[in-house]
């Protein structure tokens, strides 16, 4: 696997003022043109990108609450951690998450934030009603890639140890036996 340019600008970016969601949620879908895949390879650290796309479904649960759930489709190549041939992996991952927007709560009447032990994730306290939709996606993208891709029926086999010369007190201890 190639390494990610941590600090190269995300080559994916769609910022979404979540004041101006409207009670029954927006979708939004986001597309990687074909000129920007390698710019989203070389983000990843993957050798290419052949297809990506994601779709996310604002819904506002309330003034300062909003459920993010995403569809993500890609194929993206890789070496094959054995071979060192090409493979083309797909990463297909649908996640949600919550959002909190805390900037602008007054503090009277700020509510304290509920969360259920049963809740699989607290949800992602944001400041600024600027949100970039694009920032999930792409970290779910990174974190799906498979680190260690194989070509489809290739096993990694260690190599057979070599067989140890005979010490010279082995050696000795034939000798001793034989008289």
């Given at each position: 696997?190639?390494?990610?340019?941590?600090?190269?600008?995300?080559?994916?970016?769609?910022?979404?003022?979540?004041?101006?969601?409207?009670?029954?949620?927006?979708?939004?879908?986001?597309?990687?043109?074909?000129?920007?895949?390698?710019?989203?390879?070389?983000?990843?650290?993957?050798?290419?990108?052949?297809?990506?796309?994601?779709?996310?479904?604002?819904?506002?649960?309330?003034?300062?609450?909003?459920?993010?759930?995403?569809?993500v489709?890609?194929?993206?190549?890789?070496?094959?951690?054995?071979?060192?041939?090409?493979?083309?992996?797909?990463?297909r991952?649908?996640?949600?998450?919550?959002?909190?927007?805390?900037?602008?709560?007054?503090?009277?009447?700020?509510a304290?934030?509920?969360?259920?032990?049963?809740?699989?994730?607290t949800?992602?306290?944001?400041?600024?009603?600027?949100?970039?939709?694009?920032?999930?996606?792409?970290?779910?993208?990174?974190?799906?890639?498979?680190?260690?891709?194989?070509?489809?029926?290739?096993?990694?086999?260690?190599?057979?140890?070599?067989?140890?010369?005979?010490?010279?007190?082995?050696?000795?201890?034939?000798l001793?036996?034989?008289?």
């Open positions: 696997m190639l390494t990610r340019d941590e600090g190269a600008r995300a080559p994916l970016e769609k910022t979404v003022d979540l004041s101006t969601v409207p009670q029954a949620g927006v979708e939004i879908v986001l597309e990687v043109a074909d000129a920007d895949h390698a710019k989203l390879a070389q983000w990843a650290g993957v050798e290419a990108v052949q297809a990506f796309s994601a779709a996310v479904e604002l819904q506002k649960l309330s003034q300062t609450r909003f459920r993010y759930q995403a569809r489709r890609a194929e993206v190549v890789q070496s094959c951690v054995v071979t060192l041939v090409p493979v083309v992996t797909p990463v991952l649908d996640f949600t998450r919550e959002l909190h927007l805390v900037r602008h709560l007054r503090p009277e009447i700020e304290p934030l509920q969360v259920s032990p049963a809740d699989d994730d949800p992602e306290e944001i400041e600024d009603p600027r949100f970039d939709v694009a920032g999930p996606i792409l970290e779910e993208f990174v974190l799906a890639i498979d680190p260690y891709p194989r070509a489809p029926g290739v096993e990694f086999a260690p190599p057979e140890p070599e067989p140890k010369p005979e010490s010279p007190f082995a050696v000795l201890a034939k001793k036996q034989g008289q």
